[in-house]
């Protein structure tokens, strides 16, 4: 069977591999000349299995009202005049209610435990290099009365078979030493042992060239606009206009959404709503010039939503999150601080004159909970909408998609899409 994955993010790449290793006959369509190049380019770098809820828990309509007109902060609301906009917004507020974040933590921890041992078979399988560190992911907390949540937060973790433990702030420095420039101000943090990091795009690429040599074509250059379809509504490939301007039309026997952002757009037509809206974040790469002052284990700041993940020689610093449509513009008031909590927290460690910022759309549901299975269209797939969590979650999805499409149950207690 010929299949069309559209997209080429760390999800559509993904999916083109195990769609490749379980038989089917793979072509990868992307706009851009290469993969990773839009929200997987440049993001926080953490596989966070320690990490399963959603922002859309009971705590953040709170956090969103008390953030309000704060140019930075974690959570930014830019209300616009897009319909989507508002609908997405409600149901976020929807998924916030206890009952629905709960659901929606468990099925996200069962994904993210499931693709953590799919990433560790696929590494031993093909032996990918992307700056990766097994060192684990601390989550640190500078306000006691946050930390005093972290004994739940780690028996919630371990019931759903995720390692973790409470740390000291004393054992946090013996586990990252570079913490100290912050030991005044630390309460302690959770950590948790399994959790890894590395460079999603540099993994992306990787594994786009281990694809290719297994059999997979890569269609670049292409923006699709509209997906063609059958008397019985079936889809027949996908077409759109490559860099000349020159209409392209492909076959396929089945098609993968993996359009990030974008889905939505492609499906409008075909009577599709995929609940999936961009929500913006921001990261910064700096050099690392004293590397024993950087950090190595990655980092997840609790009171400010900022990640960091060690990339060899580099620092990727990540954060924030705006509804705000899909401008993809750099706002320096936004970059800004993310560089001074580099520099507060790694004095002297990094090269703050070539921060290199970025931006990139995340591909969220109002749950975090992404679109993984058939559409209601027979042939049509969907492996898109994975939000916060895209890198975490992008090998058990796409082992769990070649699965369903092959009519096997994936291991894994998650929702997957199954319409009648
Ligand atoms: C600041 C930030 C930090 C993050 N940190 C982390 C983290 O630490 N850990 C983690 O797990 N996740 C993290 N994420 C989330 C993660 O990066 C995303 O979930 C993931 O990259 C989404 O991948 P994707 O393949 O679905 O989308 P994308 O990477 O956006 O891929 C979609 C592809 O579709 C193509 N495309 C779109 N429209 C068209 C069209 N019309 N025609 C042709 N091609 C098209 C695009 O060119 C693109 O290549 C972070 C995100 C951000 C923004």
Known sequence: MHVLV????????????????AGFRVTVVDRQAEPACETSFANGGQISISHPEPWSNPATPGLILRWLGR????????????????????????????????RNTAAIAALAVWSAHCLRVLRGQTGLEYDQLERGILHLFHDAREFAHAPARVRALRAFGIEAQVCSKAECLAIEPALAAQADTLAGALFAPADESGDAQRFTRALAHAASAAGAQMHWGLELDALSTRADGGVTGAEGRDANGERIRLEADACVICLGSYGPRLLAPLGIALPIYPVKGYSVTLPVIVPERAPSVSL??????????????RLRVAGTAELNGFDTRIRSERIA????????HFPGALDLDHAEGWAGLRPATPGNIPLIGRSTRPNLWLNTGHGTLGWTLACGSAAALAQLMRGETPPVAFPFLQPA
Do not use: N
Not at 6 to 21: D, H, P, R
Not at 337 to 344: D, K, L, M, T
């Open 337 to 344: 601080p993310i560089v001074a909590w580099a520099r507060a």
């Open 71 to 102: 140019d930075d902060a974690p959570l930014k609301f830019r209300p616009g005049r897009d319909p989507l906009q508002w609908r997405w917004g409600a149901r976020f507020l929807f998924e916030c209610l206890p009952a629905r974040s709960r």
């Open 300 to 313: 997840t700041d609790e009171s400010r939503r900022i990640v960091c993940s060690r990339l060899g020689e």
């Open 6 to 21: 559209l997209g080429a993010g760390v999800t559509g790449v993904t999916t083109a591999w195990y769609l490749t290793q």
